[in-house]
């Protein structure tokens, strides 16, 4: 650089080593996307497969029925009596698909989205490394090292990998992306004091992409942090940056945080194999090349793959020590893999140097060897090593894929399952074993909810669902009936605290239920049972095709069978208003955990008093959700009932009577007309009219208003630090070693650290 500022020609050699890169980093992405079948990408086809099936409602939703109310989260009624959409789910990918909707069919649109992330993290990769200051080649190992990972098939719904991608984690995966670009910003703003500005929006991303991945950024950056020694200007440029970052993700942040009590876990259970998860046998190869890597640095004094293991150390450190908690442990090992890979990726250029090394010092010594062509065995090695390390790669990853010519040598016969996943994935329906079965039960709900009106549906569950290419393509319903035909079951399992209500009755109404959710009293199948929770929950439609539900549903007075097709048995279910007057006051809850005695009070056979979290005082207090206390009263009659995305208005003949309104509770919910909403069990929401009319508006609550302000903030600062100078974020050290009378290290020499 300082030969071209002085009117030299560039170096050649930065030529060629740009040229090496492209050819690098761009084979890796190419040859990444090349195993995800592109034909079958932009074939106009839903995906299936995993979360998929359930994701594609997601973004269509957002552009359909909550853009044009000029939100970025809103009221969804499709699933779980209604949820908060992207609230506690991040919005961003899906801002992505609603984008290239813009230009392509809405399938075409979804699936590169959800390659997205997979495709760029090469890319990522080598972005970091570059942006670290790593001397080439090791960004373009960085980036070949990233095959390995985003192939291995040891685990496959943890995020990141090509196989948790195809199981739904898309977010994650571009997500994980964004967080590698913003660790190279960081690293280059610890030695230039540049790029704060870029920093904080790439960190922003990362959040609103994918939380987890924003804990591997932030482990990240402090490890970053620490290894630069710390002064006031670097201590500036992270909470500048930080605060930065966290103020433009406000919008979703700061609500999700706020509202972190209606966000429901689902009790993943702690993995506690800590030699088979952190140090599985497979990668035997990868540690090895990986503490060659790291005594190469240490003899050269290359901090990058002892920064990249020091983050993986404290990520491996969390996954071991992470309590049962919501956080479940097994989502941070990708980050322990990735940073193996990433080590042992660069442990290709210490084999190669120490090779060299060899041959020059001690097999020709003695022999005149001048500086210069030492220099330029050195520069050719580094040209020969990211092409060696690529065909290695390339043969170890393209073997199990089938993706190799015959003629190519095979380490070994291993064949992978992720070009079937692939193929069956992004082939979508028609591909699927009994596409013309969904088609035809697609179909007949939508006669259905013209015929017989519109409504919520509980639909049995079974494993064999994936004959329609997903267990869980039913939850399209909505997308397929225009929100006429909802379902009960949603794939955002966590954005809704009716969820455990929903397992609990599809336990009792399905054969061989799913039961993902943890310490739920289950029980089996008992239809008459479940359709008094269906009654309960307002749920119109019930769709039966096991042998055993059927039979049970056929003698169930309750039940009026409605539609047959394939397997299925529609049946629609007697007393489900979605607005009812109620016989008795609500009892509210004085004492205990809401969730627990909510539980207890759904699992019994009868409800004549309703429980409430909440309420007047003229209500009866308890301090259980059973055996509660009845208080008569006249029911109000209710009529006029009306419904869409974020409305519900109704008419009462008289006032000062509760109603249960039948849809879930959030505290965005406001009522006018009326005292309340006040949330009662399962999850539902009662008023007290105070006149005739009553209307319930999905509201932006000060939580909101926080939210966005806080944003704004952000969008202030990121202008700032667009504005202000490079912090002298080395100038502390030179004064200090400067007084010392010590040189310049590579961390303040003009040029990078190699």
């Not at 000062?656 to 009326?674: C, D, H």
Request: glycine residues 10%; aromatic residues 12%; positive net charge.
């Amino acid at each position: 650089m300082a030969a071209h500022r002085r009117g030299r020609a560039p170096d050649a050699t930065f030529r060629w080593s740009g040229l090496v890169s492209l050819v690098v980093v761009g084979g890796a992405v190419l040859f990444v996307f090349w195993q995800l079948h592109p034909d079958l990408i932009f074939r106009n086809t839903l995906p299936t497969g995993g979360d998929n099936g359930g994701h594609v409602w997601g973004p269509a939703f957002l552009r359909d029925h909550i853009l044009n109310h000029g939100r970025l989260s809103g009221w969804a009624p499709d699933w779980y009596s209604g949820f908060p959409a992207y609230q506690f789910y991040m919005v961003v990918p899906a801002l992505f698909v609603v984008a290239l909707d813009v230009i392509l069919p809405y399938a075409v649109a979804f699936k590169l989205v959800t390659v997205l992330g997979v495709c760029t993290l090469p890319v990522a990769a080598w972005a970091f490394g570059k942006l670290a200051g790593a001397r080439f080649p090791s960004p373009e190992l960085l980036a070949l090292g990233t095959l390995p990972f985003l192939f291995d098939t040891g685990f496959s719904i943890y995020g990141g990998n090509v196989a948790s991608t195809l199981a739904g984690e898309f977010a994650f995966a571009i997500s994980l992306s964004f967080a590698l670009l913003a660790l190279g910003l960081v690293a280059n703003g610890m030695r230039t004091g540049r790029h704060r500005a870029a920093a904080a929006v790439a960190l922003a991303l990362t959040v609103l992409c994918h939380l987890i991945p924003a804990i591997f950024a932030i482990v990240g950056c402090a490890v970053i942090f620490l290894s630069h020694r710390p002064n006031r200007a670097r201590v500036w440029w992270m909470v500048t940056a930080g605060l930065t970052a966290i103020a433009l993700s406000g919008f979703w942040l700061f609500p999700f945080v706020a509202r972190h009590a209606y966000f429901n876990d689902m009790g993943w259970v702690k993995l506690d194999a800590l030699g088979d998860n952190l140090f599985p046998g497979r990668l035997l190869w990868a540690f090895i090349l990986a503490a060659v890597a790291l005594v190469g640095a240490a003899i050269r004094r290359d901090r990058l793959a002892p920064t990249i293991a020091a983050i993986g150390v404290v990520i491996g450190l969390g996954f071991a020590y992470a309590p049962q908690a919501a956080l479940w442990n097994a989502r941070l090992l990708p980050f322990w893999y990735l940073c193996l890979y990433l080590v042992a990726a660069l442990g290709f250029l210490e084999l190669a140097l120490g090779i060299r090394w060899f041959i020059l010092e001690l097999v020709a010594a003695g022999a005149p060897t001048s500086a210069r062509r030492s220099r330029r065995t050195e520069q050719w090695t580094r040209y020969a090593v990211p092409f060696v390390a690529g065909l290695v790669v390339i043969t170890g990853v393209g073997g199990p894929l089938g993706a190799l010519p015959d003629w190519w040598p095979k380490p070994n016969t291993t064949v992978s399952y992720l070009p079937g996943w692939a193929r069956s994935h992004y082939a979508g329906y028609p591909a699927a074993p009994a596409y013309g079965e969904f088609q035809a039960f697609v179909s007949t709900m939508a006669k259905v909810g013209r015929q017989n009106g519109c409504g919520q549906s509980l639909w049995e569950f079974s494993s064999d669902l994936d004959r329609y290419g997903s267990t869980m393509a039913p939850m399209l319903l909505p997308y397929f009936t225009d929100g006429c035909i909802g379902s009960m079951e949603g794939v955002y399992f966590e954005s809704s605290q009716t969820t455990p209500f929903h397992f609990l009755m599809q336990s009792t109404l399905s054969a061989a239920p799913s039961r993902p959710q943890r310490d739920l009293p289950y029980t089996g199948l008992d239809v008459r049972l479940g359709v008094q929770q269906l009654q309960l929950m307002g749920i119109r439609y019930y769709m039966a095709s096991s042998a055993s539900a059927i039979q049970q549903a056929a003698a169930d007075t309750d039940l009026r069978e409605v539609a047959t097709t394939g397997p299925w048995h529609v049946y629609e279910v007697k007393g489900t208003a979605p607005v009812v007057g109620l016989p008795y006051l609500p009892a509210v809850l004085g004492k205990g955990a809401w969730r627990d005695n909510a539980i207890s009070w759904f699992a019994g056979p009868t409800w004549p008093v309703e429980l409430a979290r909440s309420g007047p005082p003229s209500w009866p207090r308890v301090s259980s959700g059973t055996n509660l206390t009845q208080v008569p009263v006249a029911p109000a009659k209710v009529t006029n009932v009306r419904r869409n995305d974020d409305r519900i208005s109704f008419d009462v003949d008289k006032i000062g009577t509760p109603v249960l309104v039948r849809t879930s509770y959030y505290p965005n919910w406001v009522a006018e007309g009326a005292k309340g909403p006040y949330r009662v069990a399962p999850n539902q929401m009662v008023v007290v009219p105070t006149s005739k009319h009553v209307r319930l508006r999905y509201g932006r609550t000060p939580v909101d208003l926080a939210g966005s302000t806080l944003t704004l903030l952000g969008l202030g600062g990121f202008t700032a630090l667009i504005l202000l100078p490079p912090l002298p974020v080395a100038a502390a050290v030179r004064r200090r070693r400067s007084s010392r009378g010590a040189g310049p290290t590579a961390e303040t020499a003009a040029g990078p650290p190699t």
